[in-house]
C-alpha cells in the first residue's frame, strides 16, 4: 500500500503559480502511474495529469496544457504539479492519486490510492 498527502494549496490570484507536491510513504512511486484530478463544487472529480512509471510519459488534460506540469522526484517519493497562470476556473480541491495498471492514466475510477486533498482558490 501506499499513502499519500498532499500540499501546497492555497490562495492566489488569477496569472499567478503554485506547486502542488505530493508524499508518498509505504511504497515507492515509481511502482506506479501517478495522477492529480481535481474537484470543484458541485462537480465531478476530473482528470488534470498523470505521468508514467518511468517518468518518460505525462499526459495533461486539454484545460490544463501547456500551463501545468506534472514531475516526479524518485529520491524524495514525491510527485508535483507545478500550475503557471492560474485562472479562477482552476480553483477545486486538488487530488493526488496512484494506481498500479501500466495503461490507466485518466479515469479516476481505476486508481488504487487517493490522497485527501489540498484547496486551490484562484480570485480573479
Known amino acids: 500500500q501506499v499513502q499519500l498527502v498532499e500540499s501546497g494549496g492555497g490562495l492566489v490570484q488569477a496569472g499567478g503559480s503554485l506547486r502542488l507536491s505530493c508524499a508518498a510513504s509505504g511504497r515507492t512511486v515509481s511502482t506506479y502511474t501517478m495522477g492529480w484530478f481535481r474537484q470543484a463544487p458541485g462537480k465531478e472529480r476530473e482528470f488534470v495529469t498523470a505521468?508514467?512509471?518511468?517518468?518518460?510519459?505525462?499526459y495533461y488534460a486539454d484545460s490544463v496544457k501547456g500551463r501545468f506540469t506534472i514531475s516526479r522526484d524518485y529520491a524524495k517519493n514525491t510527485v508535483y504539479l507545478q500550475m503557471y497562470s492560474l485562472k479562477p476556473e482552476d480553483t477545486a480541491v486538488y487530488y493526488c492519486a496512484a494506481v498500479a495498471s501500466r495503461t490507466a492514466y485518466s479515469n479516476p475510477r481505476e486508481y488504487d490510492y487517493w490522497g485527501q486533498g489540498t484547496q486551490v482558490t484562484v480570485s480573479s
Open positions: 505521468i508514467s512509471r518511468s517518468g518518460d510519459s505525462t
